[in-house]
């Protein structure tokens, strides 16, 4: 089994879109996948609770945070939203769990100020070095300077970027139905489609 924490002490980065959209594009793929969620929030879950039922199945993981433990067995993937603030011996369990780490991060200077702080802890950490690290750019207009500055952020850390994802309409209409890029006709969602394929190709190494 497979998985994947998506993490950065950040909040309002796009964690959960990202894992919602993660779980969504490998059940897409008819994998057993389980989504869990360490937030308060629970917006990954209480998103699980609008998805359809002909949608492809993406189960709940039921996460204790005082108790963090793996995923039932017979799964062969699963992705695990992350809170912000996100440190110390929490940061610790999670990692013990994970096989890769998805960090979104949004072309701000405040949030590149913040990560590098939360990238900086993890140098630290024993448990994360040898874990394979990426960045995904959340909410990117590719057209613009702070994508540029963006990607030379990302490039001063050594850490790969992925890709950048758009800021579109499309992820808010589907989450509000508990859906993703990966459950509606192609077409409708194109552009998007292409941007994950750097990453799902990054999952699969």
Aim: glycine residues 8%; without cysteine.
């Amino acid at each position: 089994m497979s998985i994947f924490v998506v993490a950065n002490p950040k909040g309002g980065v796009g964690k959960s879109t990202l894992s919602t959209q993660l779980a969504g594009a490998l059940a897409s793929q008819g994998h057993a996948v389980a989504l869990g969620d360490l937030d308060r929030q629970q917006s990954a879950h209480l998103w699980l609770g609008l998805r359809p039922a002909q949608a492809a199945v993406i189960e709940a993981w039921k996460v204790d945070p005082s108790a963090i433990g793996r995923p039932r067995k017979g799964l062969q993937h699963a992705v695990l939203d992350t809170p912000a603030g996100l440190s110390g011996g929490a940061l610790k369990d999670v990692l013990k769990l994970a096989d890769k780490v998805l960090v979104p991060l949004q072309p701000s200077v405040f949030d590149m100020f913040a990560t590098r702080d939360f990238l900086d802890q993890l140098a630290g950490m024993k448990r994360a070095q040898g874990l394979d690290i990426a960045i995904v750019g959340m909410r990117v207009d590719e057209r613009t300077i702070a994508a540029e500055r963006l990607r030379e952020f990302v490039d001063s850390l050594g850490l790969p970027y992925l890709t950048g994802l758009r800021d579109t309409q499309n992820y808010v209409h589907l989450a509000a139905q508990g859906l993703t890029l990966f459950d509606v006709a192609p077409a409708r969602v194109e552009k998007d489609l292409q941007q994950w394929q750097p990453l799902l190709r990054w999952l699969q190494d």
